[in-house]
C-alpha cells in the first residue's frame, strides 16, 4: 500500500511508511504504506511515536515506543533489500527532524517468518523490533489484549507523504505529525487480504489512508480509562490500487505477536 514500487508502495499505501516490497528506490517505497493522505495535524502528543529515517531518502518509517528500550516497526523499513536506516530514531516528537528523544539503534530482531512480497500481495509477519542503546524516558504505549470488534474506532500516526502518489519523488513529508480516523474493518473489505495477523483497515475520511512513508508507524485505539493501545503496525494495501486513498489499509495485527514481542524483549525469544 505504500511502497514506490511494489515495496516502497507498500510502505506508503499498505500502511504509512516507508518500505513496502522493494527497493528503497523509486520502486521500493511504492507498495507499502508510506504517509497519511488526507489527514490532520496532531491533536495531542505521542510520546510513543517514533520516526526512522532513511538513507538517501527525505521520508522514512513509522515506529511505535513499546518499551523504554524497544521501538516496534514493519520489518520492510529494515530489510536491507529494500532500504537503509541511518541507524537512529526520533521518539516522542511532533515535528518529523527535530525534538523529542534520539537513540541509536544497536540491535534489530526481524520476525523469523517475515516473507515481503514480490507480486503485489501482503507481506507475511511484517514486524521488527529495534532495541535502543539507552532506555526512553518517555511513556511507551501498551499492547491491546485485543485488536477489538469490526467497527471499533482507531488512528493512525505518521509523518508520510501527505499527496497521493505511487512516485516517492512526488511525495510531499510534512514536518508535523499527521493523524487520522479510521476503523477496524472487516476481510471482505481488503478483498481478503487481511486475516488473524493483519488487519483491515479503512478510513473514516473520504479519500484517506496511510501512505509512502507511514511504514512500520501505529494503529491505536482507546483502552480502558481512555488509554491509547496499539493494535496494529503499518504494513501494506488492503486493495490492489496502486493509490493510497482510494482504499484501506493493512495492518500487521500486534496483539496477535504478542507472545513473539515479550519473548524478544525478554531475551528468549
Known amino acids: 500500500m505504500f511502497s514506490v514500487s511494489s515495496p516502497l508502495r507498500r510502505v506508503a499505501k499498505a500502511a504509512a511508511a516507508v518500505c513496502a516490497a522493494s527497493v528503497l528506490s523509486a520502486t521500493a517505497m511504492t507498495g507499502t504504506a508510506v504517509a497519511i493522505v488526507n489527514g490532520e495535524d496532531s491533536s495531542e ?5 517514533a520516526s526512522i529515517p532513511m538513507k538517501g531518502f527525505d521520508g522514512g518509517c513509522g515506529g511505535t515506543l513499546i518499551d523504554p528500550r524497544w521501538v516496534l516497526t514493519a520489518a520492510h523499513c529494515v530489510d536491507p533489500r529494500l532500504v537503509e536506516p541511518t541507524g537512529k530514531i526520533r521518539i516522542g ?5 527535530s525534538g523529542g528523544t534520539v537513540r541509536t539503534i544497536d540491535t534489530t530482531v526481524t520476525h523469523p517468518g517475515y516473507q515481503v512480497s514480490e507480486d503485489g500481495g501482503p507481506n507475511v509477519d511484517d514486524l521488527a523490533l529495534l532495541r535502543l542503546d539507552r ?9 491491546a489484549k485485543s485488536p477489538g470488534r469490526v467497527g471499533t474506532p482507531t488512528r493512525l500516526l505518521g509523518f508520510g507523504t501527505t499527496v497521493d502518489t505511487t512516485k516517492v519523488e512526488e511525495a510531499k ?3 508535523r505529525l499527521q493523524q487520522l480516523e479510521t476503523r477496524r474493518g472487516s476481510d471482505a473489505e481488503c478483498d481478503g487480504r487481511s486475516g488473524k495477523t493483519r488487519l483491515c483497515t479503512p478510513s473514516q475520511v473520504p479519500n484517506a489512508m496511510a501512505c509512502i512513508g507511514d511504514s512500520g508507524g501505529p494503529q491505536i485505539k482507546r483502552g480502558k ?3 491509547w493501545e496499539l493494535i496494529g503496525t503499518t ?3 488492503g486493495d490492489t490500487d496502486p493509490r493510497c486513498a482510494t482504499g484501506p489499509g493493512l495492518y500487521s495485527n500486534v496483539p496477535a505477536y504478542a507472545d513473539w514481542i515479550r519473548k524478544t524483549i525478554r531475551g528468549d525469544g
Open 235 to 237: 504494513s501494506g494495501d
Open 45 to 49: 502528543r505521542y510520546p510513543f511515536m
Open 173 to 175: 513529508f510534512p514536518e
Open 135 to 143: 532506555p526512553v524516558a518517555g511513556k511507551s504505549i501498551r499492547i
Open 225 to 227: 480509562g481512555g488509554r
Open 93 to 97: 516528537s511532533e515535528k518529523r527532524s
